[in-house]
Nanobody, 122 residues
């Protein structure tokens, strides 16, 4: 599985961005997809995950109500819509293909994209 993120950029606080995770090598409805982020000097942290069935989602408390996952099976792409962005959302965002274990743990994911930078200015 190869994953490629896009959609990052610079946005003012309160603004929105939509990140995309395009997959190749396996269709996105065959595995759960997670989003993580890593800010400078901090560990990689869980943001959100979408089950393979598409019917179950998980969100970190810090983004619940602001971020929304969706999937386009025809494009083999998972999206992370980010609204009401805050400066503390600034990080490199990664998507990953789930393997086994807790969806909240980076160790549970077998394949990772290269990341896309999101910068939120105050």
């Amino acid at each position: 599985v190869q994953l490629v993120e896009s959609g990052g950029g610079l946005v003012q606080a309160g603004g929105s961005l939509r990140l995309a995770c395009a997959a190749s090598g396996r269709t996105v409805n065959r595995y759960s997809t997670g989003w993580f982020r890593q800010a400078p000097g901090k560990e990689r942290e869980f943001v959100a995950a979408l089950a393979a069935t598409g019917g179950i989602t998980w969100y970190a408390d810090s983004v619940k109500g602001r971020f929304t996952l969706s999937r386009d099976n025809a494009k083999n792409t998972v999206y992370l819509q980010m609204n009401s962005l805050k400066p503390e959302d600034t990080a490199v965002y990664y998507c990953a293909a789930y393997s086994s274990g807790s969806v909240y743990s980076p160790e549970s994911y077998a394949y990772w994209g290269q990341g896309t930078l999101v910068t939120v200015s105050s």
